[in-house]
Every structure is written in structure tokens, then in C-alpha cells.
């Protein structure tokens, strides 16, 4: 969230699969397979992530709207991400899921009345989280990723 600052979500969340359409554009699929450090996760494995999360909150949201106050199961990333085989994953089709489901979302946040965004959910970890600060954090989660992504596509300065 601290990456957000004044700026709108939702401008933000529409802005990101163009963002990372144009970051990715030309780049080798060996380049967006490679993991920046050990343990560190490649530019396919973010934008599957990105991809995987947009299904999530689409759950989250919907069924806080549906039962206000519902449980927010949190999940372990990590997991998702062995399991759903990320580092295998065709990155453009990763984007192309993540274009159609944000789109989605996108509109269906822009149907909601204002009393529908204070709406809350329990998230198991962090608590009470509304439908208005979940568009916020996934706007700060995708500004932190894009950032990842430009720095791990960064051309590489040779050593003095």
C-alpha cells in the first residue's frame, strides 16, 4: 500500500496488464524464465502470480458482498506457486488471464454502490479488510510487481 500513495486503484489496476504487456514486449522467454536471485521469482512467475491473485480477490470480493463480515481464508503464495507450476507457465498466457479477469473486475467494482465498497471482510491475518482497501492493496501489489519487472528486465550497466 505505501506504493500507492494519492494515486486511483482502479486506474492503477486497468493500467498494469498494458504496463507489463509493454515490459515483456521483445524479451526472450529464456529472460522472462530467469530468476533474478535464487529463491527470487522470474518475470513468468510474477505475472502467473498476478494472474492466480486476480482470482482470488475476485473470490474475496464477491463474497463479501454476499455475506458481509464472511472469513477471509489467507493462502500461501509460495505454494500456489509449486503447485501451479509458475516457472512453467507461458508468461503472455499468464498476462492474457490476467488482462480478461482484471477487465472483469474492473467493471464489476465500477457496478458497486459506495455503501458496497465499506463492505468487510475478516481476513485471517490482517482482520477487518473492506472491499475499498482490497482495490487499494491490489493496486500497491501491482506497483510493487511492476517494479520487480523493470528491474529484472533492466539492461545490465558492464562493470567498470
Known amino acids: 500500500m505505501s506504493n500507492l500513495t494519492d494515486q486511483e486503484p482502479l486506474k492503477i489496476q486497468a ?3 498494458k504496463k507489463i504487456e509493454r515490459l515483456v514486449d521483445g524479451a526472450s522467454a529464456a529472460k522472462l524464465r530467469k530468476q533474478p536471485a535464487p ?3 522470474s518475470v513468468a512467475e510474477i505475472v502467473a502470480h498476478l ?3 486476480e482470482i482470488v480477490i475476485s473470490w474475496r470480493v464477491r ?4 455475506a458481509p463480515g464472511t472469513p ?3 493462502y500461501d503464495q ?3 506457486a509449486a503447485t501451479g507450476q509458475y516457472a512453467k507457465r507461458n508468461p503472455r498466457q499468464s498476462l492474457a488471464q490476467l ?3 482484471r477487465e472483469a473486475n474492473l467493471a464489476f467494482y465500477k457496478s458497486l454502490s459506495p455503501e458496497q465498497w465499506k463492505l468487510y471482510g475478516m481476513h485471517s491475518e490482517r482482520g477487518q479488510e473492506s472491499v475499498e482497501q482490497i482495490a487499494r492493496m491490489i493496486a500497491g501489489h501491482d506497483l ?3 517494479q520487480q519487472i523493470e528491474r529484472i528486465l533492466a539492461p545490465k550497466k558492464a562493470a567498470a
Request: without cysteine; proline residues 4%; aromatic residues 8%.
Open 15 to 17: 493500467a498494469t496488464p
Open 78 to 80: 509460495d505454494a500456489w
Open 63 to 66: 463474497a463479501i458482498l454476499g
Open 144 to 146: 510493487n510487481h511492476l
Open 51 to 53: 494472474a492466480d491473485a
Open 99 to 101: 488482462r480478461a479477469l
Open 72 to 74: 477471509i481464508q489467507a
Open 39 to 41: 529463491g527470487k521469482w
